[in-house]
């Protein structure tokens, strides 16, 4: 059992491990960190394990909606939701997930093409 260093998620101190123990608490605000078991799988370096899995649905369901007549603004739709539900898995994942930069993608193509598809359609109909 490794003893992993951690940031506290309410006031962003770096909370260092003291005797070879993972913290449980932060020093600072006193905030106790209640997901510790989840950290122990989590790589010293901090980088996240795995990537969301809605983070790269968005990212390609952005991608389509653009060049994709009419169905690129359900396909823009999906993307928004998939990308704001994976940003939500990754804030509560503590670290675990990865993908925010994807899903911040997904959500923006998402956005541009279900903007265009809306307007081409209000413009055609
Ligand atoms: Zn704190």
């Known amino acids: ?6 940031q506290c998620d309410k006031c962003g101190m770096l909370v260092t491990p003291r005797g070879g ?8 605000c006193g905030h106790q960190f209640l ?3 989840a950290y122990a799988g ?13 983070a790269v649905a ?11 007549p009419m169905i690129g603004l359900i396909l823009g739709i999906a993307a928004i939701a998939a990308g ?7 804030e509560h994942s503590g670290g675990r ?4 930069g994807l899903a911040t993608a ?5 956005i541009i093409g279900a903007g265009i598809w809306t307007l081409f359609c209000a413009a055609v109909l």
């Open 35 to 37: 997901d510790s078991p």
């Open 106 to 110: 997904g959500i923006t193509l998402g």
């Open 84 to 90: 704001v539900r994976a940003k939500k898995r990754i």
């Open 21 to 28: 123990a993972t913290p449980r608490f932060c020093p600072t």
């Open 58 to 68: 968005s990212l390609v369901f952005g991608i389509l909606s653009i060049p994709i």
């Open 42 to 54: 989590q790589r010293s370096d901090g980088s996240p394990q795995a990537t969301a899995g809605g």
């Open 1 to 6: 059992m490794r003893a992993y260093a951690r």
């Open 97 to 100: 997930l990865g993908g925010q």
